[in-house]
């Protein structure tokens, strides 16, 4: 007798566990039930059509119910509520809601990929103007509220990627923004060090952000919509529009008895698999295995994909493992890029794992050939072993090649002193003879080698008895130097190193780190100890502004 499969949510986790299933059993019965009109679309460019840079809806929409049954003769029912999963009959409970009918589907396995949706407290469902921002209804209703009314102010609740891309395109309009994040900065991908280039490119872009806040209640008012904050504080806008606090959507699973896990995902094994031998569940509705330990909730499309094709492979057979997410995330901001993979300096410290970073800068291509930029490298790694446990990225062009390229490493377990040694590809439109990747590798290598010894930004504020030398060229020393500083420019150092005295710590700078690694080396072997500040002054002077 054919299979019955039966698969709940239609968008990509879902879709792809379908579509898979199709390929490897071609005589089964597929049906997709989706509580939507759509399926399969990208939610990712949902703020892009909000902010114009996409025109129409239809590019967004990956497939169709349609095109699904003439294809791939999978029966795909939208508008279509699953109430209930029934594990000893093996069937599920389903709610038309374009007809109000009821009826039990059966199956013989069940892929449950219902997602994960924004919180929103019950005295906010009757507001006007506020909304979350799930699928391309809520897209269509925000897009349509900014152009039926007189929108100038608009607050985003949330500064997490999703957050970061609605105000950036709700802000293209020429509408003023404010994010309302409840941690000390935006993006929990990045450390509070590196965030502040998300910070720079707000202010450059005249988007507010109000940090180490929540709101607290939400009122009409005369002048729109008033914003009461936690910490006494309002705001008023004309529209709300909130993108944190996404659960995972499990109460089909908990109903049903089904295992839900510490972080609120449903437990699945490295198959897919529920606490249900014959139910497995995939996207953002189940937690995942970290590479560092314990189990993470993942928001992301691609390990939706590969969860979704990996259930049915299993299903059917064909013994595939999910094995960990890394959590690679690249966000476009304005005229910046951001790219993370791995974990923080905060997460790390939560689980009381000792760790040494560096910071690099490098330039994305060829200084010769226009448009080149600086990128901005954070790399954390353990200090003995030498594996890579999180690097964050900030610049203008070419980090999304080079977070793909960290991401890589990691998923191939190289350490970080093995970057220097890949061969990437090099041409002055794209890269530099010496890559980021791979100086980032050579300043990793030094430090655990012991060739150097570094120094953090953080540090400098307590440096002892050290005596802190610039020797950067005059032009940029007096530009802006840190207090008490002795300078003396890397092309006199030999001749003057006498001025130092060899009994007192040297903390060595430079403008990225380059020239204060030389100077670092030279008075080393004359019986200087030395430390050099990573990133150089560049970063020191941004990221002394962190509070």
């Known amino acids: ?40 679309f990208f939610s990712s460019g949902l703020p892009y059509y909000i902010g114009g840079v996409i025109e ?9 119910p349609e095109n699904f049954y003439n294809n791939l003769d999978i029966h795909v029912k939208t508008m279509s509520c699953v109430t209930a999963i029934n594990r000893y009959e093996k069937c599920v409970s389903v709610s038309d809601l374009k007809t109000g009918k009821t009826y039990t589907q059966k199956y013989d396995k069940l892929i449950i990929a219902t997602g994960a949706d924004p919180k929103r407290d019950d005295n906010t469902k009757d507001l006007n103007g506020f909304f979350t921002l799930k699928d391309m209804d809520d897209m269509a209703a925000i897009f349509a509220f900014i152009e039926q009314n007189n929108v100038r102010r608009v607050a985003v609740i949330g500064g997490g990627d999703i957050g970061l891309a609605v105000a950036e395109n709700i802000s293209r309009r020429g509408i003023k923004i404010c994010i309302i994040e409840k941690r000390s900065h935006a993006l929990p991908s990045f450390d509070a060090d590196m965030a502040q280039f998300i910070k720079m490119a707000l202010e450059n ?45 499990i109460q089909l699973a908990q109903e049903a008895g089904l295992g839900i896990g510490v972080t609120g995902g449903i437990i699945v094994d490295e198959h897919q698999q529920t606490t249900d031998k014959d139910i497995y569940a995939v996207g953002d509705v189940v937690e995942v295995e970290s590479p560092y330990g314990g189990k993470i909730l993942i928001s992301r499309a691609s390990p939706a994909t590969r969860q979704g094709r990996i259930a049915a492979d299993n299903i059917c057979g064909i013994w595939s493992k999910y094995k960990y997410t890394l959590g690679v995330t690249i966000l476009k901001l304005f005229d910046m890029c951001f790219g993370s993979v791995g974990l923080t ?12 970073k560096i910071y690099v800068r490098a330039l994305s291509h060829e200084a010769f050939f226009p448009g080149t930029d600086v990128l901005n490298i954070k790399l954390i790694f353990d200090r003995r072993s030498g594996r890579i ?40 439109p794209f890269g530099a003879a010496r890559d980021a990747v791979n100086l980032t590798g050579y300043a990793a290598a030094n430090v655990l080698s012991g060739l150097s010894q570094v120094i ?66 030279m008075l080393r072997q004359h019986d200087y100890e030395v430390k050099n500040l990573s990133g150089g002054y560049c970063l020191y002077a941004l990221f002394s502004r962190v509070k």
Not at 230 to 244: L, N, P
Not at 393 to 404: E, L, M, N, P, S
Not at 469 to 488: K, M, N
Not at 504 to 514: A, E, L, R, T, W
């Open 389 to 428: 446990y999180g690097v964050q990225i900030a610049g203008r062009t070419g980090v999304d090649k080079r977070i793909d390229v960290f991401s890589t490493a990691m998923r191939a377990g190289l350490t970080a002193d093995k970057l220097a040694e890949l061969e990437l590809a090099y041409a002055p």
């Open 205 to 249: 872009h005249g988007v507010a952000l109000v940090k180490k806040s929540t709101a607290a209640a939400f009122h009409e008012a005369a002048e729109g919509l008033r914003i009461e904050l936690a910490d006494g504080r309002f705001i008023i806008a004309d529209m709300i529009v909130q993108c944190a606090g996404m659960q995972p959507q």
């Open 56 to 64: 129409s809806q239809e590019t967004l929409a990956r497939s169709s």
């Open 456 to 521: 953090h930004w953080h540090d400098i504020k307590r440096p002892g008895n050290a005596v802190l030398l610039d020797v950067r060229p005059t032009s940029q020393h007096e530009a802006g130097t840190i207090a008490g500083s002795l300078h003396i420019p890397l092309d006199e150092l030999r001749a003057r190193m006498d001025e130092l005295d060899k009994k007192v710590p040297v903390i060595v700078f430079s403008q990225s780190g380059h020239r204060s690694y030389t100077a670092e080396r």
């Open 1 to 40: 007798m054919n299979k019955i499969y039966v698969v709940i949510g239609g968008n990509v986790g879902g879709a792809s566990a379908a579509a898979r299933l199709r390929r490897l059993d071609e005589f089964a019965e597929i049906v997709v039930f989706e509580k939507g009109p759509y399926i399969s």
């Open 345 to 356: 300096e905060r997460q790390l410290k939560e689980r009381e794992i000792k760790y040494e």
